[in-house]
């Protein structure tokens, strides 16, 4: 079965400091591919970054950056200089390479950034 | 460029009434349509997927059902409503073969 634990329930940091959110995935499929989404206090889903199991390069974009480690199962977000309008709650989230696209999500994280 | 509506965005219903809750896709064909429930503001739940009109997958059992009469458009029901089904509906849609979702503003539904 496929799974998602996202241990850190809530993480509270002061703006321009760096943060990670972690991210451990399980699943038996060879071809799978990874998520992470923002949801603001709106409540609406904010596609931040596709990666796919083939392709385990880390990527920046901006502030923000990803690490996945195959090894460890393991699919990391780390914003740096953090700022308040990064307070939100984070998922990640695993599908399998089926056509359903079926994501499963992790519990969340809920960042707070104070100024 | 696609756009993703759902209404309406917020919902008071006593509890053994009706539900009707509508998702419509603009700017693509074709896509998967997703019902989520996110209850007490934490994890997504899947409720429903669609992969074509009229092709209804049912992830948990419960007191809602899902129908897609045309090929943009995705609606959640219920015939009576339990306290339970209080939450935040999200609707999502992807276009195979890419695998990332994209979600509505969601319907924030509370029943009394």
């Known amino acids: 079965a496929q799974k998602v634990t996202q241990a850190q329930t809530e993480i509270s940091v002061v703006e321009k400091e760096d943060v990670t959110l972690d991210c451990v995935y399980e699943?038996?499929?060879?071809?799978?591919?990874l998520f992470w989404y923002k949801q603001p206090p709106s409540g609406e889903l904010v596609f931040l970054i596709r990666r796919n199991s083939f392709d385990e390069q880390n990527e920046i974009s901006g502030r923000y950056s990803w690490n996945f480690q195959k090894s460890t199962s393991s699919f990391n977000f780390t914003i740096t200089a953090s700022q308040v309008v990064d307070s939100a709650v984070y998922f990640c989230?695993?599908?399998?390479?089926?056509?359903?696209?079926?994501?499963?999500f992790g519990q969340g994280t809920t960042l707070q950034v104070k100024p | 460029s696609q756009t993703i509506h759902q209404w309406p965005a917020t919902l008071v219903q006593p509890v053994g009434s009706p539900l009707s809750l509508e998702c419509t896709v603009e700017?693509?064909?074709?896509?998967?349509l997703y019902w989520y429930r996110q209850a007490a503001g934490r994890g997504l739940q899947l409720l429903f997927y669609s992969v074509g009109i009229g092709q209804i997958s049912s992830e948990v059992p419960q007191n809602l059902s899902a129908s897609r009469p045309q090929d943009r458009q995705f609606i959640l029901s219920s015939k009576k409503l339990l306290l339970s089904d209080s939450g935040f509906y999200l609707c999502a849609w992807n276009r195979p073969p890419s695998y990332e979702q994209y979600f509505g503003p969601g319907t924030r539904l509370t029943v009394t």
């Open positions: 699943t038996r499929d060879t071809t799978y591919y």
């Open positions: 989230a695993l599908t399998g390479s089926g056509n359903t696209g079926k994501l499963i």
């Open positions: 700017g693509t064909s074709n896509p998967n």
